[in-house]
């Protein structure tokens, strides 16, 4: 079974999508994370943000322990882990609520919604995953998946069951073959299980960005993360973002300017529309020497002396300093 995945991925090289969706998913940049740990010895990888689980699931490490605040993410796993879902349940469950969904024009989808917010149920996560607007996920001050629908009545058309289904099959093998740990608790907790062996990813969600019930993050968190993650005594690799147009990230040159840092382009749509694609670089911070990373020191060098692509292009806006409030801020250039 397992030999089957592997082959499959050898030959279409391609990355295993997980079947629930979240904004902040790394998939695009799965490949780029892989490219940089190539090589890097550990007994465990632990991710204490896991999210969807995408970067864990195509590492695809022998051992890991997979956590995140969120508990419909951690149950969907550990669903699937015990084979509470199948990928032929799931067929099941899309083709029969999919029909509804159909024959309500479309308002079944918010009768499932209030289902999933009393009772939680995995299977209406994933349905609601894969209905809402855009693949998004958000959730209010209660913690209710608050989504609209994505308006298309036909939304579980056959092609698209077997799509998810196909997905639900491949991470439910990943599962199987590796000694794998879900667990809804929140980073600090995590950190503390950590063993010098180890080695973290960690994925928070991005500092000064949009956030909700389950992605609040302040200052104060990015500071305790920063403690955690030197405390465990473990090789760490934490992925933020850099800059984009108009900003630049300067927690990388204050909180963590003892870091290596790796830089890459990305892009990203909101809506889909080609006028709403964005450029950011995201930036790959570590403890040790990554295959493609430089020292913090070397990239604010590069940024002041213009020698860096990240200031070729004429900023719109001066980039403010952000006040920080546990330690003395050393991001005291400003990049123009
Ligand atoms: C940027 S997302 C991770 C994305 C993931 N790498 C992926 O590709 O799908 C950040 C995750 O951190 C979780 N989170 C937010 N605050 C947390 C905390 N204090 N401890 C643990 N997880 C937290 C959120 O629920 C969210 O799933």
């Given at each position: 079974m397992q030999k089957e995945l592997k082959e499959e991925k050898m030959r279409t090289n391609k990355t295993f999508i997980p079947p629930i969706k979240s904004q902040g998913i790394k998939s695009k940049l799965v490949k780029w994370i892989a490219s940089n740990i190539e090589g890097v010895e550990f007994d465990r990888w632990v991710e204490p943000f896991m999210g969807t689980g995408v970067v864990a699931f195509n590492i695809r490490p022998k051992k890991a322990l997979l956590c995140d605040t969120n508990p419909h993410l951690i149950n969907f796993y550990n669903a699937l882990k015990n084979k509470e879902i199948t990928s032929a349940i799931v067929r099941n469950f899309l083709t029969i609520e999919g029909e509804k969904l159909l024959k309500s024009e479309g308002s079944y989808y918010y009768e499932v919604r209030q289902r999933f917010n009393e009772e939680g149920n995995p299977l209406d996560f994933l349905f609601l995953s894969r209905s809402c607007f855009n693949g998004m996920m958000r959730f209010n001050q209660k913690g209710g998946f608050n989504v609209p629908f994505?308006?298309?009545?036909?939304?579980?058309a056959p092609a698209l069951i077997t799509k998810i289904t196909n997905q639900v099959e491949n991470i439910s093998q990943i599962i199987d073959f590796g000694d794998y740990e879900f667990k809804t608790q929140d980073f600090k907790e995590t950190l503390k299980e950590v063993n010098p062996n180890d080695l973290i990813y960690a994925d928070p969600p991005y500092i000064d960005r949009h956030t909700d019930y389950f992605n609040s993050w302040s200052e104060k968190d990015e500071y305790e993360l920063k403690k955690s993650l030197f405390n465990s005594k473990a090789k760490f690799v934490l992925s933020t973002w850099l800059s984009n147009k108009y900003r630049t990230n300067d927690y990388i040159f204050s909180v963590w300017k003892d870091c290596y840092v790796a830089t890459k382009e990305h892009f990203y749509h909101i809506g889909g529309k080609e006028e709403n694609r964005n450029a950011i670089y995201e930036a790959l911070l570590s403890n040790f020497k990554l295959e493609n990373s430089i020292t913090n020191n070397e990239l604010s060098e590069r940024i002041k002396n213009n020698k860096s692509r990240l200031t070729t292009e004429k900023k719109e806006k001066i980039i403010p300093i952000q006040p920080t409030l546990f330690e003395e801020t050393v991001a005291n250039t400003v990049y123009k």
């Open positions: 994505c308006r298309k009545p036909n939304r579980f």
